[in-house]
């Protein structure tokens, strides 16, 4: 399997405050990655820094191949992101969004209109397709704004805390887009403070104040801390085992 991501002593600093400290990791094509950690752990930032919308303080990172800091336009053209706080424009439609973010990543016309038919059959959208996102519920927005940000077909899909606000059941639902997705060669990366989705990852690293404390399978991870769940690991972790 080849890397997709690749970072080494990356490091992220605001004045005297150490957001990232030094991270080291790699993902493999194809791998549905997690990026855990409570909120204020540094996962956005990070995140930030791998997707080309913050220059790193030190440190290295390659995403797709492309240096974060000589080639950070060539990352954005490769990957599709999906943030928890904003993804679609409410006051367009469905078709619209679609049809907007598919121009932004630079779609012809005809792939644009391909790709809206096919995210609308996909999602069942077909009676919603002209109705202003706004009037959808969570669940069907967040299947949507993750099929937007693929549209393009790019070699990784970063998501900032998708499934933040639904319920468990609708949770459930999304990862099964998410395996999917993976299924079909595209890297998955994704951030997340809610510690049973670690369990559906094929590798998870657990971040505690801007650090990596821990990474591996959720399977090893438990054996390593003696843990009947991620939850449990999580606060051994925090606690200093």
Same mark, same amino acid.
């Given at each position: 399997?080849?890397?997709?991501?690749?970072?080494?002593?990356?490091?992220?600093?605001?004045?005297?405050?150490?957001?990232?400290?030094?991270?080291?990791?790699?993902?493999?094509?194809?791998?549905?990655?997690?990026?855990?950690?409570?909120?204020?752990?540094?996962?956005?930032?990070?995140?930030?820094?791998?997707?080309?919308?913050?220059?790193?303080?030190?440190?290295?990172?390659?995403?797709?191949?492309?240096?974060?800091?000589?080639?950070?336009?060539?990352?954005?053209?490769?990957?599709?992101? @999906?943030?928890?706080?904003?993804?679609?424009?409410?006051?367009?439609?469905?078709?619209?969004?679609?049809?907007?973010?598919?121009?932004?990543?630079?779609?012809?016309?005809?792939?644009?209109?391909?790709?809206?038919?096919?995210?609308?059959?996909?999602?069942?959208?077909?009676?919603?397709?002209?109705?202003?996102?706004?009037?959808?519920?969570?669940?069907?927005?967040?299947?949507?704004?993750?099929?937007?940000?693929?549209?393009?077909?790019?070699?990784?899909?970063? @998501?900032?805390?998708?499934?933040?606000?639904?319920?468990?059941?609708?949770?459930?639902?999304?990862?099964? @887009?998410?395996?999917?997705?993976?299924?079909?060669?595209?890297?998955?990366?994704?951030?997340?403070?809610?510690?049973?989705?670690?369990?559906?990852?094929?590798?998870?690293?657990? @971040?505690?104040?801007?650090?990596?404390?821990?990474?591996?399978?959720?399977?090893?991870?438990?054996?390593?801390?003696?843990?009947?769940?991620?939850?449990?690991?999580?606060?051994?972790?925090?606690?200093?085992?």
């Amino acid at each position: 399997m080849q890397t997709a991501i690749k970072t080494e002593s990356l490091t992220k600093t605001f004045g005297e405050f150490t957001a990232v400290n030094a991270i080291t990791f790699e993902v493999k094509e194809g791998e549905i990655f997690g990026f855990l950690g409570a909120n204020g752990a540094g996962k956005t930032t990070a995140i930030k820094m791998l997707i080309g919308l913050s220059r790193p303080t030190s440190g290295e990172a390659k995403v797709a191949g492309f240096d974060v800091y000589k080639e950070a336009e060539l990352i954005k053209q490769n990957i599709g992101y @999906m943030s928890q706080k904003f993804s679609l424009y409410e006051d367009l439609t469905v078709y619209q969004n679609i049809r907007f973010y598919g121009g932004i990543y630079g779609l012809k016309r005809k792939q644009i209109k391909e790709k809206s038919a096919q995210i609308i059959e996909t999602l069942g959208l077909t009676e919603q397709a002209h109705k202003v996102v706004g009037s959808l519920p969570q669940g069907w927005k967040q299947r949507l704004a993750f099929a937007i940000s693929g549209v393009h077909d790019p070699k990784i899909i970063f @998501m900032d805390e998708p499934t933040g606000g639904v319920d468990p059941a609708t949770r459930r639902q999304f990862w099964e @887009m998410i395996y999917q997705t993976a299924n079909n060669g595209t890297t998955i990366f994704v951030t997340t403070h809610y510690m049973d989705e670690a369990e559906y990852c094929n590798r998870i690293s657990i @971040m505690v104040d801007g650090r990596i404390d821990a990474m591996g399978t959720p399977r090893d991870l438990k054996t390593q801390f003696e843990a009947e769940s991620m939850d449990e690991v999580f606060v051994k972790l925090v606690r200093g085992k």
